[in-house]
């Protein structure tokens, strides 16, 4: 651990390593960061100094790119504390000091590859195409995940020397990282006093380990650059004030009650009912666990003692405190009673094998006409009935479409409507990528990275396959058409035929190449049956298909496709 510390008599920072050992683990490194580290040029006379905590942050993680691959973590992906406005600074440090160029540490025409990928699917002013010109990346959430996969296997190869990210590059992903940088240990939180709260020291001690992981790096180096963030890290070092793990349902019956309680508000129905949609949702994960728990055939007379019995064998239970465990008695009470009158009637089966909540089922069987001659019909998968059907007066006809959209408007700060959603899935399902999306919608492309990846591609993706899958399970001997069986994963992947489907399902997970492929095929005639033709003719014919798209697929998108045929050639022989 390295804690960057101002000197007394200087202008400029030391490095202490391990303070909390005992000398010779323990030694300081002086003019860590010093003089022209910490200024800008603004013109050839005059410097800015650095002195903001991004500012201070990026500094020190550019000077660490001459010990090896340095990952400067954030906890929000936009914002002071986020990814975008470091990397935002990362930019302007590096370009205007041309002697901290990290290019030199990227293959030849690395950068480029990058820089032609990324044109392609956010523009060439978004700023991670900037980014990846100078040697930088950065790693969030809001990507799809074949961007997220270069960025990684960027770091992975060695071919990158600073990325910052949050936490999605850290969990989960052993890489090459030789140095951490922990930009802060605190993280935005709606329920929390002040809307900040400090990260939980095993999420803490998750992301330090990735310093020196992964096989390339036997040892590895954590700076934290912040005074603030001291006391947290010793916390972690020390291990002290270490949070004991809960269950999730537990964490979820526990921020219910206490911000009831803040508010000295009482469990019931009524207030339960009367919460936010943010809590609402919480609510629906305890209404799912109760589904989880029952078997599909429930005596309903015997439905309040079975709950009963039930919720003490859960792991919440056993964790919980006798106070506790009155509040998660009454908590799953009350909600059974919303799931009483399903069982009466019979419907609880249907539930269960629905995978959807309790609000979410309700509203759909309401709303939705299942006995429509469109479920019956043979039809293309933008075709204009359907989705007047499916989107216009289904969907956005929902009160949960309804309130996502206003969570999704204030939390991004747009003003979208049911047709400006219709007119981005129609944009996204053709094939467009971020930068005419953006043009079209008059959003920022961050904006549209959102709506696309986080509430198109998961909640209104969520809603439909739950509409699809109640049909299935409400009609007896019917079998769903090809085109509505799938419908919600051409509109996750962006894609508006079986034959892009069946190609993802085989392997070839890039976007770009996707669309280019199913282009061809249909240019040379290519009659799509099923998975299994195609995957034929991906054998046989895979080689020419591969130089014929050489010039004009990116050099990215040309060798994940080239890979992609390998394996397949692999596997069949195999």
């Known amino acids: 651990y390295g804690f960057l510390k101002k000197m007394d008599r200087t202008n400029g920072f030391l490095l202490d390593i391990n303070p909390h050992k005992k000398r010779p683990y323990n030694y300081q490194l002086y003019k860590y960061l010093f003089d022209e580290e910490l200024s800008i040029p603004i013109s050839e006379t005059k410097s800015k ?60 025409g690395y950068l480029e590859s990058l820089t032609e990928y990324f044109s392609i699917v956010f523009g060439k002013d978004y ?8 040697g930088i990346l950065f790693h969030h959430g809001d990507f799809p995940q074949n961007v997220r996969e270069i960025v990684e296997d960027s770091l992975r190869d060695n071919k990158i020397r600073l990325v910052i990210c949050t936490n999605t590059l850290a969990e989960g992903v052993n890489l090459p990282i030789k140095t951490m940088v922990l930009h802060s240990t605190k993280r935005y939180n709606p329920f929390a006093i002040n809307n900040y709260s400090p990260l939980k020291i095993r999420d803490l001690k998750n992301l330090v380990g990735r310093a020196g992981r992964a096989g390339k790096e036997t040892k590895g180096l954590v700076i934290i650059p912040h005074a603030q963030d001291f006391n947290r890290i010793n916390d972690l070092i020390l291990e002290r004030n270490v949070e004991p793990v809960k269950g999730q349902l537990y964490n979820i019956v526990h921020l219910i009650t206490n911000f009831l309680e803040r508010r000295r508000l009482p469990i019931t129905a009524e207030i339960l009912d009367s919460l936010s949609e943010e809590l609402q949702e919480l609510l629906d994960n305890i209404d799912v666990s109760l589904i989880d728990l029952l078997a599909e055939e429930v005596d309903p007379k015997r439905l309040d003692s ?48 629905s995978g959807t909540n309790i609000r979410l089922y309700e509203e759909i069987t309401e709303h939705f006409d299942f006995d429509d001659k469109i479920w019956n019909n043979e039809f293309e998968p933008l075709d204009k009935e359907w989705i007047n059907y499916i989107l216009d007066n289904g969907v956005f006809k929902l009160n949960r479409f309804t309130k996502n959209l206003q969570i999704f408007n204030e939390d991004n700060r747009c003003e979208l409507d049911s047709g400006k959603v219709k007119k981005a899935i129609l944009l996204w399902m053709n094939g467009n990528w971020y930068e005419k999306m953006s043009n079209d919608l008059e959003l920022e492309t961050h904006q549209v990275l959102r709506l696309i990846n986080s509430f198109i591609s998961y909640n209104i993706q969520t809603i439909i396959s739950s509409v699809i899958r109640l049909k299935e399970l409400k009609s007896e001997d019917y079998a769903l058409p090809t085109q509505l069986a799938n419908w919600s994963s051409y509109l996750q992947h962006g894609i508006n035929s079986q034959l892009q489907l069946d190609i993802i399902e085989l392997g070839l997970i890039d976007r770009v190449a996707v669309l280019e492929v199913s282009n061809y095929l249909n240019q040379i005639g290519y009659q799509h049956e099923d998975y299994e033709t195609i995957k034929s003719f991906l054998i046989f014919n895979g080689v020419e298909l591969i130089e014929v798209l050489r010039e004009t697929l990116p050099i990215i998108s040309y060798n994940k496709l080239r890979t992609f045929i390998n394996r397949l050639n692999i596997r069949n022989i195999l």
Request: charged fraction near 25%.
């Open 306 to 353: 079975l709950v009963n019995e039930l919720v003490t064998e859960t792991l919440s239970y056993y964790q919980a405190n006798e106070n506790e465990k009155k509040t998660l008695n009454n908590m799953f009470n009350l909600r059974v009673n919303k799931l009483r009158p399903i069982i009466e009637r019979g419907d609880f089966a249907i539930l269960k094998n």
């Open 127 to 134: 700023l991670l195409t900037e980014c990846s010109k100078i």
């Open 49 to 108: 100094k650095i002195t903001s905590k991004k500012g201070i942050s990026v500094a020190v993680s550019i000077k660490a790119t001459g010990s090896g691959t340095v990952a400067l973590f954030a906890p929000h992906k936009r914002g002071y504390t986020g990814v975008e406005g470091l990397a935002d600074e990362a930019l302007i440090q590096l370009t205007s000091k041309p002697q901290n160029d990290l290019s030199k540490y990227s293959p030849a």
